[in-house]
């Protein structure tokens, strides 16, 4: 069954940092994109970034270029995304996801909440 | 970038009823169509992708068409496990691009 779990959501003010991670397990995971999708409270689903099954392409959405970055580590079975510079804005749930295909998440996380806010 | 737009933003339905949203897309995208359910506080769960292809585990009572621009999610029996809200996305090309959502609720 595959499961995928993030952490690293919390409180951060304006202008600071924090780095989300997602465990996974049920799949092998080097042979799938993954993709980090948010949605702010009450809001829709917005896709945020992904990342090609070596690491070796990326793509984000062009509010989080520049302040973003995804990376992973097939080792670990592990994704990340580190988010520098945090505005207001970016509050959201964030989920990490498998994708069947580039720009497709299929398998979702439960999500990991991040707060900006002074 | 393409927009998706669905249509209605939000309604309300009986249990029973037969149920249809509609998803356009701003340009073509062939069949690269994918619908999801989310209920409150839940991850979005995958129903249909490639446009009409039902997700396994996935009740027959859901089911999806069209291609190009135009696309339909069909619910031919509501249950009262499907109030839910609804998000058609497009996976043909960078950005990935979800609709707004269709909130599904009890009449």
């Known amino acids: 069954e595959v499961q995928l779990v993030e952490s690293g959501g919390g409180l951060v003010q304006p202008g600071g940092s924090l780095r989300l991670s997602c465990a996974a397990s049920g799949f092998t995971f080097s042979s799938y994109w993954m993709s980090w999708v948010r949605q702010a409270p009450g809001k829709g689903l917005e896709w945020v970034a992904n990342i090609k099954q070596d690491g070796s392409e990326k793509y984000y959405v062009d509010s989080v270029k520049g302040r973003f970055t995804i990376s992973r580590d097939n080792a670990k079975n592990s994704l990340y ?6 505005r207001a804005e970016d509050t959201a ?3 990490c996801a498998r994708d069947w295909t580039i720009y497709f ?6 999500g990991t909440l991040v707060t900006v806010s002074s | ?24 897309a701003s340009q073509g995208i ?14 979005p769960k995958l129903l249909i992708y490639a446009a009409s292809t039902l997700q396994s585990g996935v009740p027959s009572r859901f089911s999806g068409s069209g291609s190009g621009t135009d696309f339909t999610l069909t619910i031919s029996c509501l249950q009262s496990e499907d109030f839910a809200t609804y998000y058609c996305q497009q ?5 990935p691009a979800f609709g707004q959502g269709t909130k599904v609720e009890i009449k």
């Open chain 1, 81 to 86: 995304l580190q988010m520098n510079s945090l």
């Open chain 1, 93 to 95: 749930v964030y989920y």
């Open chain 1, 105 to 110: 998440p299929a398998n979702w996380g439960q």
């Open chain 2, 1 to 24: 970038a393409i927009r998706m737009t669905q249509s209605p933003s939000s309604f309300s339905a009986s249990t029973g009823d037969r149920v249809t949203i509609t998803c356009r």
């Open chain 2, 30 to 43: 062939s069949s690269y169509l994918a619908w999801y359910q989310q209920k409150p506080g839940k991850a």
């Open chain 2, 91 to 95: 996976y043909y090309s960078y950005p």
